[in-house]
């Protein structure tokens, strides 16, 4: 359907103005009419204030558009090193001169009362910097996913959101998204019996001419190019669909140096996790293949298929094998972002718990790491039980816009 879904889609995957085939995209978008109804939107005075740092393709194209839509949440500052664009984005969101911050001047906002939370929309690698100065002026922070190119400097976030008493989210959408979460439900209900292999398949393709795919095709701004942006969306749909963390992994990869894109970061990269059940997850990612965010669970009775599964919309979930009474759940589409910043705005408000806290971002910080660390090592198997156990599972604390 070549909806405003699919330009989204395109977005997502970097893709726009490309000619790329969608499966599944049946769902439509649907007006503002078939968002959720059970949550009213707050007065303005009301809402929680959000700065957006860093204005590229994810903020314009989804942050801020979310903003504008959203219950509890509101835009009330920028930032960005670019003075012309900041200055025509402020205006166009009716924001006055000084809601207006660069990265020198970040930390004046201590003394801003409207900003109470923070959106690290920065290249990976910065996030860190940015977050631990956010929470050193007070405020609360929503950092994109990956949290972190370290697990040292993911470390540090969390502890400096302890230290300020300060909520630290990472923005995994999926954990609030409708299908995602029906997908969990399903499989916490044994339904389809138990889980016992998972495949995860994350990639698209990048260009070095894309500035947005520059940083993310370096290592040191990255954290690790495909794995880092794509695969790490595979690592967490593995632990969010079972409900538990890997013990061991073991991870290769097939990188064609000669390709300008791949000087400093691997392409292709597959590995497996071994999870204490004797569930089996088998991630694939890469920069060099078609989009697509795709993972199957096959379980003891049937198969669960979500192709596209992480899509910003047009995702589409099948129950393979299973009767037809259980099979086709019904999903309902909504914005991704709008509902995230939402339940962010929440949080901070103390209506909902933290679902998405620094500590579930280190957790992939740390096996993107035990992965590259595998590969370097020809495949050798990396222990992972670091007896990390999320706090709240998102199948049973995040409502669904409708009973699925
Ligand atoms: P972009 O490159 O499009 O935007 C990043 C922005 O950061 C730039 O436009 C710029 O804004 C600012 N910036 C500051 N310093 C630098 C620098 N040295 N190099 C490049 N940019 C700089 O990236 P995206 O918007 O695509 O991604 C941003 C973050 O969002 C990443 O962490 C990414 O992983 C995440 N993301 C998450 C998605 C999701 O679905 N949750 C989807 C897409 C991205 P300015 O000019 O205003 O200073």
């Not at 230290?163 to 997908?183: G, S, T, W």
């Not at 954290?223 to 669909?241: C, E, W």
């Given at each position: 359907m070549?909806?405003?879904?699919?330009?989204r889609?395109?977005?997502?995957?970097?893709l726009?103005?490309a000619?790329?085939?969608?499966?599944?995209?049946?769902?439509?978008k649907p007006?503002?009419?078939?968002?959720?109804?059970?949550?009213?939107?707050?007065?303005?005075?009301?809402?929680i204030?959000?700065?957006?740092?860093?204005l590229?393709?994810?903020?314009?194209?989804?942050?801020i558009?979310?903003?504008?839509?959203?219950?509890?949440?509101?835009?009330?500052?920028?930032?960005?090193?670019?003075?012309?664009?900041?200055?025509?984005?402020?205006?166009?969101?009716?924001?006055p001169a000084?809601?207006i911050?660069?990265?020198?001047?970040?930390?004046?906002?201590?003394?801003?009362?409207?900003?109470q939370?923070?959106?690290?929309?920065?290249?990976?690698?910065?996030?860190a910097?940015?977050?631990?100065?956010?929470?050193?002026?007070?405020?609360?922070?929503?950092c994109?996913?990956?949290?972190?190119?370290?697990?040292?400097?993911?470390e540090?976030m969390?502890?400096?959101?302890?230290?300020?008493?300060?909520?630290?989210?990472?923005a995994?959408?999926?954990?609030?998204?409708?299908?995602?979460l029906?997908?969990?439900?399903?499989?916490?209900?044994?339904?389809?019996?138990?889980?016992?292999?998972?495949?995860?398949?994350?990639?698209?393709?990048?260009?070095l001419?894309?500035?947005?795919?520059?940083?993310?095709?370096d290592?040191?701004?990255s954290?690790g190019?495909?794995?880092?942006?794509?695969?790490?969306?595979?690592?967490?749909?593995?632990?969010y669909l079972?409900?538990?963390?890997?013990i061991e992994v073991?991870?290769w990869?097939?990188?064609?140096?000669t390709?300008?894109?791949?000087?400093?970061?691997?392409?292709?990269?597959s590995?497996?996790f071994?999870?204490?059940?004797?569930t089996?997850?088998?991630?694939?990612?890469?920069?060099?293949?078609?989009?697509?965010m795709?993972y199957?669970?096959f379980?003891?009775?049937?198969?669960?298929?979500?192709?596209?599964?992480?899509?910003?919309?047009g995702?589409?979930?099948?129950?393979?094998?299973?009767?037809?009474?259980?099979?086709?759940?019904?999903?309902t589409?909504?914005?991704?972002?709008?509902?995230e910043?939402?339940?962010?705005?929440?949080?901070?408000r103390?209506?909902v718990?933290?679902?998405?806290?620094?500590?579930?971002?280190?957790?992939?910080?740390?096996?993107?790491?035990?992965?590259l660390?595998?590969?370097?090592?020809?495949?050798?198997?990396v222990?992972?039980?670091?007896?990390?156990?999320?706090?709240?599972?998102?199948a049973?604390?995040?409502?669904?816009?409708?009973?699925?």
């Amino acid at each position: 359907m070549p909806n405003e879904i699919s330009r989204r889609t395109l977005i997502e995957l970097g893709l726009a103005g490309a000619s790329v085939a969608v499966a599944g995209a049946a769902i439509a978008k649907p007006g503002p009419s078939a968002e959720p109804q059970d949550r009213p939107a707050l007065p303005d005075n009301d809402k929680i204030g959000f700065a957006v740092v860093g204005l590229g393709k994810l903020a314009l194209g989804q942050i801020i558009p979310g903003l504008k839509t959203a219950k509890s949440a509101k835009l009330v500052a920028v930032v960005s090193g670019d003075p012309v664009k900041a200055k025509r984005i402020a205006a166009e969101n009716g924001l006055p001169a000084d809601a207006i911050y660069n990265y020198t001047d970040y930390d004046r906002m201590a003394k801003d009362p409207r900003i109470q939370v923070v959106y690290i929309v920065l290249p990976n690698a910065m996030h860190a910097e940015y977050t631990i100065r956010a929470l050193k002026a007070g405020k609360h922070v929503l950092c994109e996913k990956p949290m972190a190119t370290s697990v040292a400097d993911g470390e540090a976030m969390i502890a400096a959101a302890k230290a300020a008493d300060r909520k630290l989210m990472i923005a995994y959408r999926c954990h609030y998204e409708p299908l995602n979460l029906v997908a969990m439900r399903r499989l916490r209900s044994g339904s389809l019996g138990k889980p016992r292999i998972v495949t995860t398949d994350m990639g698209r393709q990048s260009t070095l001419s894309d500035p947005s795919d520059a940083w993310r095709l370096d290592m040191k701004m990255s954290g690790g190019g495909a794995l880092a942006d794509m695969g790490v969306y595979g690592i967490n749909a593995a632990r969010y669909l079972l409900n538990e963390e890997p013990i061991e992994v073991r991870a290769w990869a097939k990188t064609d140096r000669t390709d300008p894109r791949f000087r400093t970061v691997e392409d292709v990269v597959s590995w497996q996790f071994r999870f204490p059940s004797g569930t089996i997850a088998n991630g694939t990612t890469s920069f060099s293949c078609a989009g697509t965010m795709a993972y199957q669970v096959f379980c003891e009775n049937g198969r669960l298929v979500a192709d596209p599964g992480c899509f910003y919309g047009g995702n589409k979930l099948s129950l393979i094998g299973v009767p037809a009474a259980q099979g086709a759940p019904k999903i309902t589409e909504i914005d991704q972002f709008e509902r995230e910043m939402d339940w962010m705005a929440d949080v901070v408000r103390g209506k909902v718990p933290l679902v998405t806290p620094g500590e579930e971002g280190l957790q992939d910080v740390r096996l993107m790491t035990a992965i590259l660390e595998s590969v370097a090592k020809g495949g050798a198997t990396v222990k992972t039980g670091w007896a990390y156990k999320r706090a709240h599972d998102p199948a049973a604390v995040v409502d669904l816009p409708h009973p699925a």
